[in-house]
């Protein structure tokens, strides 16, 4: 019961790198030691003068969830748990952490069956990735929810052994090609920080237990993990895009070494050919050496008012790298970025309409591009691609022209 309730807690920590680093309610959420009802006069002063409807994606809402959740969780003086509270328990009193018992019980499903309109009680996943060679088994990632898996196409889901890891946040996963039993975790939520990294997990027995690697963290470090890759030809090589930058393993898994510093949110191998590899954060970076080095390509891409990138990339042709990319402003749509010639230099393709906004017609302004931002490139037509913000939009040639392919309601 504790352990839930403080899974729960976690969810409270977000915005982490999104906003500007001054004094306020954004990022005193983040620190657990910032007394409660301080958070609450700070958000309290910036929005007692702005008329509604409020502005949307500026945080009104995320933060009161949080408030609603925290508030009757505090002590009356307003100090809040600390963040890393079931690690320190775990380590003090193992004993109050047995392995799982097993799933038999008497227990019925009571519902709900169905997802109400609007909107409103969706969960959301960071991650699906497909098991190498298989055409039926996938898995997915809970920002703080643990790792589930399909094994029939997604029709029935269940969750591998995560629901006693010291934070049950995942963002990416990999499956070693030659030993699908071989599974590397990254924990924490990459996309929003509503939970924060423990590092990456290695599996060897098909997610039935977990073990550290030598990236290994703790939450109250505040650090994401965003992307996870693993050589499709040797499975010792693994890379990751993390708040620190680009970390490297040569050893599968057991030493990381820092390769390029920064805060990036996206990589991608070039299809057929990892010893290219695609990255990016504010900033579009690419290396030639499988991510020993890395240089920051700039021709043809925007270098101010970025507020994140996203890759895709397409095995139809090799060469072809697509890059969205949200605005610092207002998180809205400031355009998709072509490159023919693997990513040494980009064309314009698109600046509207606003493919990360609310409207259907993309006729409206921001959006929520800090935090919903995906770029997907079909595998047998280089010019087909969707994005995914808010809503998501279709383009069939290269990204010059769109259509609306789903709206949030």
């Given amino acids: 019961m504790k ?20 004094l306020n309610w954004r990022n005193l959420i983040l620190d657990s030691e910032t007394n409660f ?3 609450q006069e700070s ?45 320190l328990a775990k380590q003090e009193n193992p004993a109050m952490f047995p392995p799982p018992s097993g799933t038999s019980g008497l227990w019925t499903y009571i519902g709900n069956n169905s997802v109400p309109g609007g909107g409103g009680g969706a969960g959301r996943i960071n991650a699906i990735r497909p098991q190498p060679g298989s055409s039926s088994i996938f898995y997915g990632c809970a920002p703080a929810g643990g790792l589930w898996k399909t094994t029939d196409s997604g029709v029935s889901w269940s969750v591998l052994n995560t629901d006693y890891l010291d934070a049950i946040g995942t963002t990416d996963v990999v499956i070693d090609p030659s030993n699908n039993n071989i599974i590397y975790l990254a924990t924490g939520d990459g996309d929003a920080g509503d939970t924060y990294s423990i590092g990456i997990l290695k599996s060897t027995d098909g997610g039935a237990t977990w073990s550290s690697t030598g ?15 693993i050589h499709p030809t040797n499975s010792n090589i693994l890379l990751a895009a993390t708040s620190l930058g680009i970390y490297k393993s040569t050893n599968a898994g057991v030493s990381w070494v820092l390769t390029n510093a920064g805060s990036y949110k996206d990589m991608e191998f070039k299809p057929g050919d ?7 954060g504010t900033s579009f970076i690419k290396s ?11 021709s043809g891409l925007p270098v101010s008012n970025v507020g994140r990138l996203s890759i895709a990339v397409s095995a139809a042709n090799a060469a072809t790298v697509y890059v969205l990319a949200a605005k610092n402003s207002d998180s809205g749509f400031l355009g998709i970025y072509k490159s023919t010639n693997s990513g040494t230099g980009f064309t314009s393709m698109a600046t509207s309409p606003n493919l990360l906004g609310w409207n259907a017609n993309g006729g409206d302004a921001g959006g929520q591009g800090w935090y919903d931002l995906a770029i997907e490139c079909s595998g047998t037509d280089a010019n087909t691609l969707w994005v995914g913000g808010v809503n998501i939009w279709k383009s069939t040639n290269g990204g010059a022209t769109w259509t ?4 949030w309601t």
Wanted: net charge positive.
């Fill in 404 to 407: 609306s392919n789903a709206h």
């Fill in 274 to 280: 990892p010893t290219v590899v695609y990255a990016a």
């Fill in 3 to 22: 352990k839930s309730l403080f899974v729960s807690f976690l969810l409270s920590f977000f915005f982490q790198n999104i906003f500007s680093q001054e």
């Fill in 43 to 87: 958000f309290q002063n910036e929005w007692r003068n702005i008329d509604r409807p409020y502005p949307k994606g500026k945080g009104f809402m995320a933060y009161k969830r949080w408030e609603w959740y925290m508030e009757p969780r505090v002590y009356p003086s307003g100090k809040r748990i600390p963040t890393n509270a079931i690690q």
């Fill in 215 to 229: 990236l290994n963290w703790n939450v109250t470090q505040g650090r994401l993990i965003n992307r996870l890759l």
């Fill in 288 to 298: 030639t050496d499988s991510g020993d080095n890395f240089t920051t390509i700039t």
């Fill in 37 to 39: 009802y301080q958070v």
